[in-house]
């Protein structure tokens, strides 16, 4: 997903410490004619397409110091579904951004050709544009641009003809045509970039379903301004394109679907084309990101930026002092109109908590969703990956959560608990296997249908029969008492909740499949404790044990040291009865690596059998979502 250029200018200092950086956005006066430098110049041509049946015109421009004697690369560049071979020099001064570049020493010569990309014998821009055979016109171009329109140029004009000096680009339905020819069509383009891309764009999967292939482009350009209403097009080609890691930019921009923003995009674009290119650094190529997904309904901050950092935004006139706190606290910038801004370091994937902390006191963003985290509710903000398509909404069929209030006999008190079930489940007649799954300190029962997507995740492992169809139910491990998760006291009230009330109401209240082979008991950190301490002591009721990021203190022999000698008494029964004992951590960087690769060392000397599985990530929410993605597939089979 990422690509750097060198340019003749310093091109990416300055983007770290603000995202209007003046680098990332076309100077005033680019797109204003001077009169003292030198100039390129614009010619229609007439060529013969054999495609359509008739004589076609476009437009070329050849740069300043044209001379035949020398050899130019080719940008192809195609106009919106309103327009004709004369709408980018009527609107987008093409000529006069280009000269202005080739002034200041920062484009590489070219020629330049601005063809019609309505190919049809009456291809004028009149009567209904939207009528059938001119829609379909604008498909059929291909076709004469690769073996009409091309091969005129290349016999007429001192050309290279190699595909490392060809581009391809264009605005709304050119940036459709750029791409879906381009990207059908490697082999004769090296460049290719879609502005503001309008809906003839082919579906990502359509567009390339070799994605491997695209990493053969010099520069693949994806560009839309933020208050474009077909912003959802190049999103989902950014997100298909990030998914198969191509390299690529994604480059947002101030502004909505006109001119102002194509020529902008021109200028941007040119400057990369036909130059040496380095991958590394195109995540960093842009002024604005993308709303968060966290953010509440048309919020547009904070945006994430395509390398994971994040620009927050908030008004707080009167205040004296912002920021932001993220674990790391970053101070906001406050502008005339009382908004304080601040663009973060990257950001690890998957959910973080956060807080504004305004003149020191920690609030809510009202920009972002809230969740139960930290033991208050706190918000928070996705960063999304390349690899989060397991637990991205798909056309499969759904489940659902269901909230399901019911008394504890346990601590006497009314509790709730958060139900999946899974697609099907009220039309069935049939008896269903149940996950019992368990959150982590300072969060509850909303934190594996929230936080954790839960439902996303087996909704896509049904769909695709990874996963057996099965009820999950997520319960509050914390207790009214105010006992903490990590004492002996605590496990003790969490093992008599599960035994006595949670599962006897399960079985009473949905149509569930009784004995241990079909019940699951997994969950991470707090909840793998539990899971441990209730799990190792009830294989009779449990097949399956999942333990995400946890494992017993290593420090607190007084809690720890009985577990073990329970296990080892029974040992061979814990086997025996056990189909899974699955246990996964983060990595090193997890903050519970430590004391379970001692536990795993013990369950090694009293001959313990378990599967361990490392995802690394921390002890962070993208890792336990994977946990359950894997733990899911092994269960009940």
């Not at 004697?69 to 560049?77: G, R, T």
């Not at 990530?617 to 979502?625: E, I, K, S």
Request: hydrophobic share 40%; with cysteine; net charge positive.
């Amino acid at each position: 997903m990422i690509k750097k250029y060198y340019f003749i200018f310093t091109l990416f200092i300055s983007l770290y410490s603000s995202a209007q950086n003046n680098d990332m956005l076309a100077p005033t006066g680019f797109d204003i004619a001077v009169p003292n430098i030198a100039h390129g110049t614009i010619d229609t041509i007439t060529y013969n397409s054999k495609t359509v049946g008739t004589n076609r015109k476009a437009l070329v421009y050849t740069p300043p110091g044209y001379s035949k004697k020398k050899k130019y690369p080719v940008l192809y560049l195609l106009h919106g579904i309103g327009g004709d071979e004369k709408e980018w020099f009527n609107q987008g001064a093409p000529n006069v951004i280009l000269d202005n570049l080739y002034a200041k020493g920062k484009l590489q010569p070219m020629i330049v050709v601005l063809p019609n990309g309505r190919a049809m014998k009456d291809d004028r821009a009149t009567g209904n544009i939207m009528a059938p055979d001119k829609v379909e016109a604008f498909a059929t171009f291909e076709k004469d641009l690769l073996t009409d329109l091309i091969p005129y140029i290349e016999k007429k004009y001192p050309v290279l003809k190699k595909r490392e000096n060809r581009a391809l680009a264009g605005l709304s339905m050119g940036g459709g045509q750029s791409l879906n020819f381009g990207l059908g069509n490697i082999d004769k383009f090296a460049w290719v970039g879609g502005f503001s891309s309008a809906p003839n764009t082919k579906m990502p999967a359509q567009l390339l379903p070799k994605p491997e292939q695209a990493k053969q482009l010099n520069l693949l350009w994806i560009s839309c301004g933020d208050a474009d209403g077909l912003m959802n097009i190049s999103a989902r080609t950014h997100q298909y394109l990030q998914e198969h890691k191509v390299p690529h930019i994604f480059y947002i921009e101030p502004g909505g679907h006109d001119f102002k923003v194509w020529k902008n995009d021109l200028y941007m674009f040119s400057q990369l084309l036909f130059k040496p290119v380095n991958k590394a650094s195109f995540a960093k190529y842009t002024v604005l990101g993308m709303p968060a997904a966290t953010n509440v309904r048309s919020a547009k901050y904070p945006q994430v930026l395509p390398d994971g950092r994040v620009i927050f935004r908030t008004k707080a006139p009167n205040a004296q002092k912002v920021q932001v706190d993220l674990g790391k606290k970053y101070d906001m910038v406050k502008d005339a109109e009382g908004t304080w801004t601040v663009t973060t370091d990257s950001i690890s994937e998957g959910l973080h908590y956060y807080s504004l902390l305004i003149d020191d006191v920690a609030v809510a963003d009202p920009a972002s969703e809230t969740f139960y985290g930290m033991s208050r509710m706190a918000s928070g903000i996705e960063i999304p990956f390349a690899g989060d398509g397991y637990y991205a909404l798909k056309d499969v069929p759904h489940g659902d959560i269901r909230i399901k209030k019911y008394l504890s006999k346990t601590t006497n008190t009314w509790r709730q608990a958060y139900i999946y079930s899974p697609p099907g489940y009220d039309a069935s007649t049939g008896k269903y296997p149940v996950l019992y799954l368990l959150h982590g300190g300072g969060e509850d029962e909303r934190g594996w249908a929230t936080q954790g997507k839960a439902d996303a995740i087996l909704d896509n492992l049904i769909a695709d029969k990874k996963a057996k169809p099965m009820l999950i139910v997520m319960i509050d491990g914390n207790f009214s008492s105010g006992l903490s998760g990590f004492n002996e006291r605590a496990l003790q009230t969490f093992e008599n909740e599960v035994k006595q009330t949670v599962i006897p109401f399960i079985e009473s209240n949905y149509r569930v499949a009784a004995g241990p082979e079909n019940r699951a008991l997994a969950g991470l950190s707090m909840g793998g404790l539990q899971t441990l301490y209730a799990g190792a002591k009830n294989t009779d009721l449990f097949a399956y044990l999942g333990v995400f990021s946890s494992g017993w203190w290593a420090n607190q022999p007084d809690l720890s040291n009985p577990q073990y000698d329970y296990m080892k008494a029974n040992a061979t029964t814990i086997n025996k009865n056990l189909k899974s004992f699955w246990i996964s951590m983060g990595g090193k960087e997890d903050i519970a690596y430590a004391n379970c690769k001692i536990m795993l060392g013990k369950f090694d000397d009293m001959g313990i059998k378990y599967t361990y599985s490392e995802y690394p990530g921390g002890h962070t929410w993208p890792v336990w979502r994977n946990n359950l993605y894997n733990f899911a597939q092994i269960l009940f089979k």
